[in-house]
């Protein structure tokens, strides 16, 4: 069974920065895909982040948040991070990490996930 539990979010202005944390309870954490999504307020679920498995460090990004956000995991920590910055309004939602045995399980939303934590960006 695996865990996930965000931590981070919060308010705050426009053009400012929030780091996003998700510790997971695994075994090897290394073995795992880990990515990050968000849901606003009545819309889907949507992609934002993604990155593979141990220290390959290939990252996906969604076109929205490229650019602007930055995906990082730490293997000995059990944790991965989501950096944002220039943070816009439209990027309020509650963001939620997700872990899977491969990157495209996780991009797809088929893996397992947090939570979520909120993110409020005011104008």
């Known amino acids: 069974q695996v865990q996930l539990v965000e931590s981070g979010g919060g308010l705050v202005q426009a053009g400012g920065s929030l780091r996003l944390s998700c510790t997971a309870s695994?075994?090897?954490?290394?073995?795992?895909?880990m990515g990050w999504f968000r849901q606003a307020p009545e819309k889907a679920r949507e992609f934002v982040a993604a990155i593979d498995r141990w220290s390959s460090g290939t990252t996906y990004y969604s076109d929205s948040v490229k650019g602007r956000f930055t995906i990082a995991r730490d293997n000995a920590k059990s944790t991965v991070y989501l950096d944002m910055i220039s943070l816009k309004p439209e990027d309020t939602a509650i963001y939620y990490c997700?872990?899977?045995?491969?990157?495209?399980?996780?991009?797809?939303?088929?893996?397992?996930w947090g939570q979520g934590t909120q993110v409020t960006v005011s104008s």
């Open positions: 695994v075994r090897t954490f290394g073995n795992y895909a």
């Open positions: 997700a872990a899977g045995g491969l990157v495209a399980v996780v991009r797809s939303a088929q893996g397992y």
